[in-house]
T-cell receptor, first 114, second 112 residues
Framework: DVKVTQSSRYLVKRTGEKVFLECVQDMDHENMFWYRQDPGLGLRLIYFSYDVKMKEKGDIPEGYSVSREKKERFSLILESASTNQTSMYLC?????????????FGPGTRLTVL | AQSVTQLGSHVSVSEGALVLLRCNYS??????LFWYVQYPNQGLQLLLK??????LVKGINGFEAEFKKSETSFHLTKPSAHMSDAAEYFCAVRTYTDKLIFGTGTRLQVFP
């Protein structure tokens, strides 16, 4: 059974803290994605990685950075958390294929920044 | 450029009634289209997808969608709603890479 796991389901942090969200996939996928999900806005892409150490900004990268040192792991970093980063964060992965291949999603991390 | 519009942020149906969730897209490349479902407190899972070939696509849980190029639509239907269908549904279109553009979602409520 294919799997994308995220390190935490719920996280509460304080403004200004550095926050790490971890995502691991066991499908040997080249591509990994971090999305943010907010009511009425759907899913918005934060960052995309198409290979180890390779990354591409998505639609809303401001305030975020990412790291991909190993193929199976993709980390999202909030350098200095702010209240407007309170949201649901979803990680996904798929194999390279010109948009043909479905993305597999993790269960999500609900982050609250106080 | 690619975009997706989902008409209706909330849809309510009675159990046993037809489910129709609307999705219109815009794409500058041949469209690959996806419907995902999100149950409460879970991630998204694929319901069905259209890439090439047959324009009527069947998915899991009795859902299907029809690709209509002339109408730039990919509406999701199910003949008879079940209580377990209550969830949020997202339509998505591929970009020229492996990225997807998602719609804003439609929350389906099913009443007994």
């Amino acid at each position: 059974d294919v799997k994308v796991t995220q390190s935490s389901r719920y996280l509460v942090k304080r403004t200004g803290e550095k926050v790490f969200l971890e995502c691991v996939q066991d499908m040997d996928h080249e591509n990994m994605f971090w999305y943010r999900q907010d009511p009425g806005l759907g899913l918005r892409l934060i960052y995309f990685s198409y290979d180890v150490k390779m990354k591409e900004k998505g639609d809303i990268p401001e305030g975020y950075s990412v790291s991909r040192e190993k193929k199976e792991r993709f980390s999202l970093i909030l350098e200095s958390a702010s209240t407007n980063q309170t949201s649901m964060y979803l990680c996904a992965s798929n194999s390279r294929g010109g948009g043909y291949n479905e993305q597999f999603f993790g269960p999500g991390t609900r982050l609250t920044v106080l | 450029a690619q975009s997706v519009t989902q008409l209706g942020s909330h849809v309510s149906v009675s159990e046993g009634a037809l489910v129709l969730l609307r999705c219109n897209y815009s794409s500058s490349v041949p469209p690959y289209l996806f419907w995902y479902v999100q149950y409460p407190n879970q991630g998204l899972q694929l319901l069905l997808k259209y890439t090439t070939g047959a324009t009527l696509v069947k998915g899991i849980n009795g859902f299907e969608a029809e690709f209509k190029k002339s109408e730039t639509s990919f509406h999701l239907t199910k003949p008879s709603a079940h209580m377990s269908d209550a969830a949020e549904y997202f339509c998505a279109v591929r970009t020229y890479t492996d990225k997807l553009i998602f719609g804003t979602g439609t929350r389906l409520q099913v009443f007994p």
